[in-house]
């Protein structure tokens, strides 16, 4: 795989017309890196661009402007991400970190129908406990903060960086789990105000609660259905934002980039994001290898290794033959690297369709910085050929 003419040209007008970019693939890969990558690049290109980031690397947040905790888009000066004044004026560059708990806390601020609705649920106990850490919030909440600054950021390019789930592509079912949770029968009963409750709450669903009271205790059980109760109303606003962003991640208009490292482990994790993204009639539209190493030409291993084992023989000047031996049995290993990286690479192209794919080098340093940030955009978006 090397990237051609017209790879090059999609990747770029990937960044240049698609208003959602969804950067996904397994855990260390490089997808807050390429989230920052992408948006950056979009900026440069004239576009009024943010990259939701999710626990991005200190030194990374440092640079977009993001430490301290902050879940609203802020916009970072220019002069840091453009310090040449080399993008048109319409480039902005904005970012956010993704903050699970005050992401919901704004939404129930927000949907509640009276502050009395929402201070109750933000008080509540088993809402303070679980809205941060309650499985699946993180991919819901990124959801809803795509959901919210497609509404009414004003932006033009939405990238959105992915948690390292262990389950691929959670946040995809995300939306459709809370519609299923909002049907659920007995969550339904839970969401009935108090009198009608107790009408229609089933002897059943009664010793269900009873049994639950001897298991985690009656206090907590009591959170849980006060919680559930304060949501009363709300769940409409739930239902309908959920599908307008499942509608929104099938639109034409939002593209998924699987990022993956060339590494045997993170390709076949890489195989099984493009089969659950397939099955989610999504497609893959780039594919981006990240960390490749270098190729140092096409010899084949085992000549550099018999090359250095005939120098150790070599007694005209035995330390020098040594050292040279010793270079030789270095490159034999990288050649070796370079090769399993291509080889696991091969056993990807069937899943990614007409993806396109970049890649981008192993770089001597981490990419925290507009300048390494900036680098890793050019060798994307501008270099030829850089598969080596
Ligand atoms: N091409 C590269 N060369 C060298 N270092 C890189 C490269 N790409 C990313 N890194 C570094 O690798 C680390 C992991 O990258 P990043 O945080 O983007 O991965 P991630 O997929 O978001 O991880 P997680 O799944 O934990 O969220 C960071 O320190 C980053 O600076
Ligand atoms: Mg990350």
């Known amino acids: 795989m090397t990237v051609t003419a017209t790879s090059e040209r999609a990747l770029d007008q990937l960044v240049d017309q698609r208003r959602v970019v969804i950067c996904c693939g397994s855990g260390g890969v490089g997808k807050t890196t390429t989230a920052a990558v992408v948006a950056l690049e979009g900026a440069r290109r004239g576009r009024n661009a943010v990259v939701v980031t999710i626990d991005p690397a200190k030194r990374l947040a440092n640079a977009l402007g993001l430490d301290h905790l902050s879940d609203t888009a802020t916009e970072i000066d220019r002069s840091r991400w453009d310090p040449n004044g080399d993008a048109p004026p319409s480039g902005r560059l904005s970012a956010l970190m993704l903050d699970t708990k005050s992401t919901f806390d704004r939404l129930i601020t927000r949907n509640a129908g009276s502050d009395d609705q929402a201070q109750g649920i933000l008080e509540n106990r088993f809402y303070r406990n679980v ?28 990238v959105v960086d992915t948690p390292p789930t262990r389950h691929a592509l959670d946040f995809l079912d995300a939306p459709k789990r809370l519609i299923r949770l ?40 009591e959170d849980v259905v006060a919680f559930f109760r304060a949501f009363e109303g709300m769940e409409q606003g739930f239902r309908d934002r959920a599908r307008a962003v499942e509608a929104l991640i ?35 539209e780039a594919l981006i290898v990240n960390r490749v190493h270098p190729a140092f030409g096409d010899e084949a291993p085992e000549g550099l290794r018999a090359r250095a084992e005939g120098l150790r023989s070599d007694t005209r000047d035995p330390e020098a033959a040594a050292r040279l031996a010793a270079l030789y049995e270095n490159l034999a290993d990288f050649r070796d ?52």
């Open 131 to 158: 809205s941060g850490a309650l499985g699946g919030t993180q991919e819901y909440m990124a959801m809803e903060k795509l959901h919210e600054l497609h509404e009414e950021g004003g932006f033009d390019l939405i």
């Open 182 to 221: 909002l049907d659920n029968r007995i969550f339904r009963l839970l969401m009935m105000p108090t009198r009608a409750y107790l009408r229609v709450a089933s002897v059943a669903v009664q010793a269900f609660l009873r049994t639950v009271s001897r298991v985690i205790g009656t206090e907590v059980v």
């Open 250 to 284: 099938s639109d034409p208009s939002t593209a998924f980039v699987l990022v993956t490292s060339p590494r045997r482990d993170a390709v076949d994790e890489a195989r099984y994001f493009a089969q659950s993204l397939t099955a989610h009639h999504q497609t893959v």
């Open 337 to 388: 690297i370079a090769i399993g990286e291509r080889t696991h690479l091969e056993s990807l192209r069937d899943r990614i369709g007409s993806a396109t794919v970049a890649y981008v080098p192993f770089l001597a340093h981490d990419v925290y910085d507009f300048d390494a940030l900036g680098e890793v955009a050019n060798l994307l978006f501008v270099a030829s050929d850089n598969a080596g």
